[in-house]
């Protein structure tokens, strides 16, 4: 039943919207390919990143809550994703109980993730704010399947820096300083990890 209701082949290409904050909740989306951020702007025009959304992971669940998108969310590159609309999903959480679950499951994993990020970073120094980002990115990847040592940033440093809270000069210094003691190699946005285990212990061995 939950098959015949997802859309799949969907695709975006960079820098267009998945969904925006204020619209009515129509769907909730997973990402197969690619990879979007979640964020927000201020009153003042700012604009606060908070997070990234990679392969297998879905996005729109916030939306339950209040029937309304929360935040907007923007392809980093192109996406491919699968839409399951409202109208086809409620009907499955009132006949599938298992279903009802696991969307309760995922979303509070969710707001649980977002808490422990926020706890954590605010234990660390800019350096280890850097370090946590990358060791978490890196296990996250490493739960989907994918390389946790050779990857690419698809978000720009400016992305990662209004993530953190940071500034851009702060994460490209950071990034040298790790080059430079030889935990990672950098080319561009190509990522070569070689001392997990120096990141982890500097980000506060939280990731």
Not at 18 to 32: E, T
Not at 151 to 180: Q, Y
């Amino acid at each position: 039943m939950l098959e015949a209701a997802v859309q799949r082949g969907r695709q975006l290409p960079t820098g267009v919207a998945l969904m925006r904050a204020g619209d009515p909740m129509a769907a909730l989306f997973v990402v197969r390919s690619g990879s979007a951020k979640r964020y927000s702007v201020t009153l003042q025009g700012a604009e606060q990143v908070h997070g990234f959304v990679l392969p297998g992971e879905a996005v729109g669940l916030e939306g339950f809550a209040s029937g309304r998108y929360t935040c907007e969310v923007s392809a980093l590159e192109p996406l491919s994703y699968c839409r399951v609309p409202m109208r086809r999903l409620e009907p499955l959480l009132e006949r599938l109980p298992g279903l009802r679950r696991e969307i309760l499951r995922l979303l509070g994993q969710a707001l649980e993730e977002s808490q422990r990020l926020r706890c954590e970073l605010a234990q660390i120094d800019a350096r280890g704010r850097v370090a946590h980002f990358l060791a978490d990115l890196s296990g996250r990847l490493a739960r989907r399947g994918l390389s946790p040592v050779e990857f690419r940033l698809s978000m720009s440093r400016a992305d990662i820096a209004r993530h953190l809270g940071l500034t851009l000069e702060t994460v490209s210094r950071a990034l040298s300083t790790f080059k430079r003691e030889g935990w990672l190699r950098v080319r561009a946005r190509d990522i070569s990890v070689l001392r997990p285990d120096a990141l982890t212990a500097l980000g506060g061995g939280l990731a």
